[in-house]
């Protein structure tokens, strides 16, 4: 069974750029949550999608949104790229509508330079 | 509102040693708690669940509700338990809130 899989692994962007990220979950799952990780902060909770809603986000401006598609992909933008965007952005996915065993990617290393 | 803390951001132990790894949290609903693992150059993944009350490669962990505490516990340390410890913590919002985690060192 194949893990959840994000794309690209490593990004490098500019700033004032935007990017996409991409998330596959695990097949069956459909919860996929987003998270940041920073040294500084540790890993934050960026927003959930279950069956293509999102049904909570965290504290992150209005810069950074997300979707989830019909076949439970997901993927995340960051618009407007500042300096401080630079993190691991990770993935999650759970096969139940609740937060039980929440599977997580690779990441996606952003560097904004 | 929900929040995690680990005191310890480095905890160096050698091996055959007891272990323990502080985790505390504030929520006011019933909460679950886990703890997650990373080792060097891997993906974050689950160690253990309070739910569950199973023990995984010898750890285990049980969620103290007056003392709000899910300490992670191993009786004799090994060189392999070297790795980042997070514990988080589910509520009904569906998100997990993580502690800062603890780098934890198994010397031999």
């Known amino acids: 069974k194949a893990g959840v899989t994000q794309t690209p692994r490593y990004l490098i962007k500019t700033r004032g750029q935007q990017v996409t990220l991409s998330c596959s979950p695990i097949s069956g799952h459909r919860s996929v949550s987003w998270y940041q990780q920073t040294p500084g902060q540790g890993l934050q909770f960026l927003f959930e999608?279950?069956?293509?809603?999102?049904?909570n986000k965290g504290n992150f401006p209005g810069r950074f949104s997300g979707r989830q598609f019909s076949n439970s992909r997901s993927e995340m933008n960051v618009s407007t790229l500042e300096l401080g965007d630079s993190a691991l952005y990770l993935c999650?996915?759970?096969?139940?509508?609740?937060?039980?065993?929440?599977?997580f990617g690779q990441g996606t290393r952003l560097t904004v330079v | 509102a929900q929040r995690v803390t680990q005191p310890e951001k480095l905890l160096s132990v050698f091996k055959g040693a007891p272990v323990e790894l502080k985790c505390n949290y504030s929520?006011?609903?019933?909460?679950?708690l886990f703890w997650y693992v990373q080792y060097s150059r891997q993906r974050l993944q689950l160690l253990l669940r309070?739910?569950s009350r199973e023990s995984i490669k010898g750890f285990t962990a049980d969620l103290n509700k007056g003392e709000t505490s899910f300490h992670l516990k191993k009786p004799f340390a090994q060189e392999e338990d070297s790795a980042m410890y997070y514990c988080a913590l589910g509520g009904s919002n569906y998100k997990l809130t993580f502690g800062k985690g603890t780098l934890l060192t198994v010397n031999p």
């Open positions: 309070h739910i």
């Open positions: 999650a996915s759970n096969l139940h509508d609740r937060n039980t065993e929440a599977f």
């Open positions: 929520y006011s609903g019933s909460p679950e």
């Open positions: 999608y279950f069956s293509e809603t999102q049904r």
